[in-house]
Structure formats: C-alpha cells, structure tokens
C-alpha cells in the first residue's frame, strides 16, 4: 500500500560527476529523476519506497532509500548547532531534516521528572528554540518524532544532543552548561598556552600511550577517591606522576591518552561497578583457569574498558570523574591536561570517528541514529549498515558527519586545549575530512583562541581495507592517500620487517630481530635460500623506515641496485616508501 506515488524518469546520461565522485560506489548504477514539481523536503520525512514495474505493468521489485546524498544536497548546513549563550538567553538549535516533529523535554536535575517540554520550530532542516538565559543548568533531551527504517515507522526517540558539552551519568541527559563559564576553569586554565611544554618540531615528538584508569588504579600514593581517573594527575608526588616526569626529562614529549570522551562498557555510577576478590584469586593455583573465570564473570560490570564504543565524543567519559553528574568531569580533565603540560608533557587525545556504539532507535548509547535515522551510519548496497571498524561504521563523506568531526576537534582544541590526535581507523575517514581538521586546528591562534594551532599534530591508523579500500567511498585517509598532508600514519612496514610476520599471523614468523634465518625457530618460512633473501628484504625496509619511510629516499638495495623508496615493496607488492616527510609515519 502506499499514500501517494511520483513516477521517476529515465536519464540516459547516467549519474552526474559530482554524485559520483562522492559515491563512487554507485557510479554504474542507472539514473532517475524526480520530477521538478515534486516538494522532496516534505518527501523525505515519510517512509520510501522505489518500486520497478515490467512493460506489462507488473511489479518486478521493490525497495527502500538511503537518503544522506538527497539530505546534504538539500540540506547542508553551517549555522550554529547545538546550545547558544547570550548575555539573555540559551538558544538550542538540532540538525534533523527527516524529523516530522522536535521537542525538547527539561528534568527536574539529574534524574529527575520531567518539568516542561517546549517545541522547537523548522527552517530548512535545522529545528531551534530561544529561552531565557535561566535554561542554563537544566537537564535536558530532544523528543524526535522521526520515520526509523529499521522499524518501519514513525517513532518518538529520546536523544541527547549530538553538540552536547555536558551530561549526566552513562548520558542519560544532556547538561546545558556554557563551557565557557569562569566556574569551570582551573587557576589560570586561560594563560595554559604561555606554559605549554616547547615543540620545535613535530619531527621530535615521541609519545607514550597510557590508559587513564590504568595509571593510578592501583597507585598507593594517590587518594583512594582519585585513583583511576582524571584527579589522579593533580598528584604533583604520586609515583606515576614521578614517572611521567622522569620521562619528561629524558625526551618524552607527549603522552597519549586512551578514549576520554563519553564511551559506553563503563557504568559512570562507581556504587555499581564489581571487583573481583583478589584474596581468593591468590588462593588459586598458577596453572589453574579459575581466575580467568572470575574476571570473566564481572567484566561487563566492571570499571575497566579500553573506551572505543563511542557515545557522544564531546565529553569526558563520566566514570573517570569525582562526579559524573554536573561540572566535575568538565574541571577534572582541564586539571589533568594542565598537570601534564606543567611537567614538560603536551597531551594527545585518542579520537574514535570511525564507527558509533550503537544505532536504532532504541537504546541509551544511541544518539546521533536516534535523530536522523540512517545518515550518519554507513550502508551497504543492501542498505545494512557496515561494522568492518568494529560496528556501526560512521560515514565522514556525508557533509553533516564531517562537519561534526572537526567541530568537535575545535572543542577539544579550544576548550580543553588538547595538543594533538590521534585518529582511530583514520582510513575510515574521508581525506578531505582530514584535511579540514588539519587546516580547522591550526589556523587556531593565541591571541583569538587562547591556543596555538600550529604545534597541534594528528596521526593516525591509516589501514585500507573493507567497503573503504582503494577508494571505493571516495579518497580516503589510508597511508598512500595521506602523503603530503603532514599528518602521520602507524608504520607497519618496519613493524613487520622488525618483527616478522604480522599482527594476523602466525606468531611464530620470524623477522629482522626475531632470527629470521641466523636463529631457525622450527616454523617453515622457506627453504635456507628463502629465508636468507627474506632477510635480506627486511633490511631494506628497516633502511627505508629509518629515512622515514620518504618515497623519493634513494638505498642501495641487497642486490646492488638503486632504489627510490616507492619502488621498493612489501611482500603484498605496497611501497614501502610512501611519505614526503618524515613526520608523516610513526
């Protein structure tokens, strides 16, 4: 059954240039065209079908839209998004084009009952309410009334707000604070940038990575209260702070920290969280399985997690807050980055763009899908969503999932003057997007921002591989595609060559450091031929990665020829010089 139809017209010129240069994908598929008369603002808030006929007027086959290409076309935007502050009032303003109807509901506190709910009104896809400046401090959702595919109707989904700056425990509401408030910034956060650590080059940047629970969970010199989360770094004396500044001393420059901004797998409400009894596990025999078992009986209520199940990436994780509810993860983290940078370290934050915890309209870790239902997840040609990043795979060449990214690095930047980035999958993530961070954070300056841009770095994994690879979604930020930038990729060509092998192998290859030929282990790599050129290989890469892995690099190659970088390979025929600069690998 269907309320209305709109027959679509042939086009025998096939899809346009600019569709499939974002689209590459579809590029072979056949065009068609709505007709001009049609209001496709209105259309594609309602459930959609395309339905083909044969020449005798029988159905042949049906189904259903993805929408992201018609919603950026249509209805890109660049306005403010997210909670306004005036001297007067608060204005909220939401992105959501498919919405039929957005309201947002105010909470007595926390957790309490609902105390007003007001309607926002549309103007081309962007719904915005203005309120008196006394909305400051309240807790807040976004009631969306929204066609879900995935349940095939017309739902009210509760969602927090994507360009949230604050929330309560595990992000059940979001908190409307003005991050920019006096009250919520240590003693002289504003003058941090006259004591960042000096950096002449980002060619002298060495990092150490450290989970932010790991570093003084068990560390007796910080207060039982602080330790595993972000006070834990206020401990000027504590031993892992002595650590880190004997580090310090001896060229550390920056210290990257595992996820920090609101994940899920960790319950925010510490009274919940579940230990194992480390008595009766030091009861347990060496040999035996049971104190696996034990961990393994607690470990979804446990406060350990590595922190990439992305919730809302714009703020701290609760669990590694005194408080989770109100301004304590907010002043914490300043104090963390603060300490750090006071003991001659600048600090790297762990971004997981790549993929969201969860999607639906159900569910409390599902927000952006909540509020436009399929256009920030990425889809098959079935229209199912892609997890080849772990799940949920997000879609930065959509125009609205890009723009969330970079502002939401500015938020870091500027408001807890985070020093560089580390990027999760950033092969999943478009280039341009990549390259608009890049010139976002470093066009950043003292005297406007209270930061210096320049000095920000970003690196990352720039893997290729699944819907992503060669291009398929548009030029992406894998190793290859990022030389020139000067943003920095993981480099598994000396990796490999070092260890031998790889990550997915078996971890009896044997490489450069590992006796490849001159120490046999037992395991078949080849004949004593074999073995000894595999080395011999392997030396060639290690000489390509200490030159920096640069593609113009020329080496003496182990037959005698001269080789530029690019023209040596890995056993899977990649170069192995791929870079312009020497701070595009690490």
């Not at 959702?141 to 969602?159: G, N, S």
């Not at 001659?344 to 509020?371: A, F």
């Not at 078949?524 to 073995?531: F, I, L, R, S, W």
């Amino acid at each position: 059954g269907y309320d209305s139809k709109v027959e679509l017209q042939p086009e025998s010129a096939g899809l346009p240039e600019t569709v499939t240069q974002k689209f590459p994908f579809i590029s072979s598929y056949r065009a068609f065209s709505v007709p001009s008369s049609v209001d496709v603002a209105s259309l594609v808030k309602c459930q959609l079908v395309v339905a083909s006929f044969g020449a005798d007027g029988k159905h042949v086959d049906v189904t259903g839209l993805q929408l992201p290409g018609v919603l950026d076309d249509m209805f890109a935007y660049t306005g403010p998004l997210g909670a306004v502050f005036s001297e007067e009032s608060v204005s909220l303003h939401l992105w959501a084009p498919t919405a039929q109807g957005v309201s947002v509901c105010f909470f007595d506190g926390p957790a309490g009952p609902v105390l007003e709910t007001v309607q926002l009104e549309e103007s081309n896809g962007v719904w915005s309410v203005t309120g008196p400046r006394e909305w400051e401090n309240r807790y807040y959702l976004y009631e969306v009334d929204v066609y879900h595919p995935t349940k095939a109707q017309v739902l009210k989904c509760l969602a927090g707000d994507p360009y949230a700056r604050g929330l309560s425990a595990n992000g059940a509401r979001t908190w409307l604070v003005d991050i920019n408030n006096e009250t919520l910034k240590p003693a002289s956060w504003d003058e941090l940038a006259d004591e960042k650590p000096k950096l002449d080059s980002f060619s002298d940047i060495t990092i150490y990575e450290l989970h932010i629970r790991d570093f003084s969970a068990h560390d007796g010199t910080v207060d039982s209260d602080s330790r595993g989360g972000f006070r834990a770094f206020a401990y000027q004396a504590s031993a892992g702070m002595q650590h880190l500044r004997k580090l310090s001393d001896a060229g550390l420059t920056h210290v990257h920290l595992l996820p920090s901004f609101h994940f899920a797998g960790v319950d925010d409400i510490k009274s919940n969280w579940k230990f194992v009894d480390e008595c009766e596990l030091a009861t347990f025999p060496p040999g035996s399985d049971k104190q696996q078992a034990a961990v393994v009986a607690i470990q979804e209520e446990d406060p350990y997690n590595w922190g990439y199940n992305p919730v809302l990436w714009g703020v701290p994780k609760g669990s590694y807050a005194s408080d989770p509810d109100g301004p304590s993860r907010i002043i914490e983290y300043r104090q963390m980055v603060q300490a750090l940078n006071r003991i001659g370290l600048r600090v790297v934050m762990d971004v997981v763009y790549n993929h969201l915890d969860s999607s639906g309209p159900c569910g409390i870790s599902s927000v952006l899908d909540k509020i436009v239902p399929g256009y920030y997840v990425r889809r098959d040609t079935n229209g199912q969503i892609e997890n080849s990043a772990a799940m949920n795979n997000t879609a930065s060449e959509h125009f609205m999932v890009d723009r969330l990214i970079v502002d939401d690095l500015l938020n870091w930047a500027v408001n807890y003057k985070i020093d560089g980035f580390r990027f999760d999958l950033m092969g999943h993530i478009m280039k341009h997007t990549m390259m608009r961070a890049k010139s976002a954070l470093q066009s950043l300056t003292r005297d406007a921002h209270g930061v210096d841009g320049s000095k920000i770095y970003l690196y990352g994994e720039g893997w290729d591989f699944a819907e992503v690879a060669r291009n398929q979604r548009g030029i992406n930020g894998s190793q290859l595609n990022m030389s020139g930038t000067g943003i920095g990729s993981f480099n598994d060509r000396i990796r490999d060559a070092v260890n031998g092998g790889n990550p997915f192998g078996n971890p009896l290859q044997q490489g450069f450091n590992t006796g490849l030929f001159l120490e046999p282990n037992g395991f078949y790599q080849g004949n004593e031929a074999d073995t000894r050129r595999s080395l011999a290989t392997y030396a060639d890469q290690i000489q390509i990665g200490l030159a920096g892995n640069l593609r113009d690099y020329v080496l003496i190659t182990h037959t005698g020829e001269a080789k530029e970088g690019s023209e040596i390979h890995t056993f899977d025929g990649l170069p192995v010089g791929y870079t312009s600069s020497p701070i595009e690998i690490v």
